[in-house]
């Protein structure tokens, strides 16, 4: 089975660029999570969906940064205009109806912002 | 709030030795889920193994166990039999309760596995 699948895998951009991260989640699974990675502030949720709903924005920076799950296996996160200081990587990850417990993680998108 | 704490930065283990690795919670939730993830140099997050606050036994995985001890608020991670492969970071998380599946994460143990 595939795992969640993200793209691109590495992202270089000028600041003041609109980068748009992607995510397609296990099949079957309802939940939806994005996560950043920074050396300084570790892992930290910035934004989670279930049934496409989102639920849980708190994480989310500021206005610049948008997210959206317009159907069941695919979801954007989008940085408008990015700053140096978005530099991090950027999990996805999906937990499933029958298998709550556990979140799965895809393999990261790369972003460095200049 | 919730709050992970892993206190060890980094830890050096001669390969095939068992090795333990830290992880202390705070929550007021009733009822919460303790993960463990394997983060190596390619940098995927790999799930290892979950405990439940209410599950009378400690959870094993192969050659990975949770060491969970609820009074005293840890959930220490062992994984016996070490291997070069098992050289990464590792990452204790918490999901709460009350509806709320966010995982929080603690600062990370970097394992390096001596030959």
């Known amino acids: 089975d595939a795992g969640v699948i993200q793209s691109p895998r590495h992202e270089v951009t000028e600041m003041g660029q609109e980068v748009t991260l992607r995510c397609k989640p296990i099949?079957?699974?309802?939940?939806l999570f994005w996560y950043r990675q920074t050396m300084m502030r570790g892992l930290e949720l910035l934004i989670y969906?279930?049934?496409?709903?989102?639920?849980?924005d708190s994480g989310m920076p500021e206005d610049r940064f948008s997210a959206k799950m317009p159907n069941a296996s695919f979801s954007t996160l989008k940085i408008q205009p990015s700053e140096p200081r978005d530099s991090a990587v950027y999990f996805c990850a999906s937990s499933g109806v029958f298998d709550q417990e556990t979140q799965y993680f895809g393999p990261g998108t790369r972003l460095l912002v200049l | 709030a919730q709050k992970i704490t892993q206190t060890q930065p980094g830890m050096f283990v001669q390969e095939k030795e068992a090795v333990t690795l830290d992880c202390t919670y705070d929550t007021s939730d009733p009822s919460y889920g303790l993960f463990w993830y394997k983060q190596p140099s390619s940098g995927e997050m790999i799930f290892l193994i979950y405990q439940g606050s209410y599950d009378q036994q400690n959870a094993t995985e192969g050659r990975y166990s949770l060491n969970f001890q609820k009074a005293r608020k840890s959930a220490n991670l062992v994984i016996s039999a070490s291997q070069l492969g098992d050289s990464a970071m590792y990452f204790c998380?918490?999901?709460?309760?009350?509806?709320?599946?966010?995982?929080?994460f603690g600062t990370g143990t970097r394992l390096t596995i001596i030959p």
């Open positions: 998380a918490m999901r709460g309760s009350g509806g709320n599946e966010k995982l929080t």
């Open positions: 969906f279930n049934n496409n709903v989102p639920i849980d």
């Open positions: 099949s079957g699974h309802n939940s």
